[in-house]
C-alpha cells in the first residue's frame, strides 16, 4: 500500500503562472481532503471531495483555487494566477468510510 | 466557535521525561479529536485518538487525557526521548469531516 501520494514535491512558479498539486489517494479510499500549511502554522481545512463531488469548499478561497477528484485518476487542486501569498505546504489526506485519515507529504509551493 | 487552542507553542523536555501538551475546544459537535506528529519537511501522521465515550486512552508510551466537561484534551508522552523530537498538532472533527487543528507544538527533547 503506497499510502496517500502527492506529486510534485516541490513546485516553484512565477506571479500570475498557474499551479497543478496532485493527489492520489490511499488505495480503497474515497474521501479526498486538501489542508495548507504556511510556515510556522497548524493545517488549514481548505475542501473535502468524493469522487466527482465538492462535499465541502469552506475553506477554500473564492477566487483562483479549484480543486477536483475525478471518477479516474488524482485529486487536483489548481491554482490560477498564483500571488506570493499563495506560497505554502499543500497537503493531502484521504479516508475510507471508516478509517481516520492519512495524510501525504505534501507539495511546497513556492511563488517567485 | 470552529477553534482549537493548543498550548504551549514550544517545549523543551530532558530525556526519560515526561512531554505534556494541551488542547481546548469550542465546538460541542466535535467528536473526534486525534493528534498527529509532524517532523520537517514531513506530511503530519496520527499519533493516536480519542473519542468523548473515555477520558482516557494510551498506546505505548503516549497517552491521551480527554475532558468532556472542559471542552480540553492533553497528550502525554512518557519517557520522552530524542526521537520524540517534532512538532505537534491536536485536532478535531468528526469521524470523516474536515479537521479543525491546533497551531502545533515545537518538542525538543534534550539528553
Known amino acids: 500500500n503506497a499510502g496517500v501520494m502527492q506529486n510534485p514535491r516541490h513546485l516553484v512558479r512565477r506571479r500570475g503562472q498557474e499551479a497543478r498539486l496532485r493527489c492520489s489517494p490511499m488505495k480503497g479510499h474515497s474521501h479526498v481532503y486538501w489542508y495548507r500549511q504556511l510556515p510556522e502554522e497548524g493545517l488549514k481545512f481548505m475542501v473535502y471531495?468524493?469522487?466527482?463531488?465538492?462535499?465541502?469548499e469552506s475553506g477554500m478561497p473564492k477566487e483562483r483555487f479549484s480543486a477536483e477528484f475525478p471518477k479516474e485518476g488524482p485529486s487536483i487542486l489548481r491554482i490560477q494566477q498564483v500571488v506570493r501569498g499563495d506560497s505554502a505546504a499543500y497537503f493531502c489526506?484521504?479516508?475510507?468510510?471508516?478509517?481516520?485519515?492519512?495524510f501525504g507529504s505534501g507539495t511546497r509551493l513556492t511563488v517567485v | 466557535q470552529q477553534q482549537v487552542k493548543q498550548s504551549p507553542q514550544s517545549l523543551i523536555v530532558q530525556k526519560g521525561g515526561i512531554s505534556i501538551i494541551n488542547c481546548a475546544y469550542e465546538?460541542?459537535?466535535?467528536?473526534?479529536f486525534p493528534w498527529y506528529q509532524q517532523f520537517p519537511g514531513k506530511g503530519p501522521a496520527l499519533l493516536i485518538a480519542?473519542?468523548?465515550?473515555?477520558s482516557e486512552k494510551k498506546e505505548g508510551r503516549f497517552t491521551i487525557s480527554f475532558n468532556k466537561s472542559a471542552k480540553q484534551f492533553s497528550l502525554h508522552i512518557m519517557d520522552s526521548q530524542p526521537g520524540d523530537s517534532a512538532t505537534y498538532f491536536c485536532?478535531?472533527?468528526?469521524?470523516?469531516?474536515?479537521?479543525?487543528f491546533g497551531t502545533g507544538t515545537r518538542l525538543t527533547i534534550i539528553p
Open positions: 471531495l468524493q469522487k466527482e463531488n465538492i462535499i465541502d
Open positions: 480519542i473519542r468523548p465515550d473515555v
Open positions: 485536532a478535531a472533527g468528526g469521524g470523516n469531516e474536515k479537521l479543525t
Open positions: 465546538n460541542t459537535a466535535f467528536d473526534y
Open positions: 489526506a484521504s479516508s475510507g468510510d471508516r478509517d481516520g485519515y492519512t
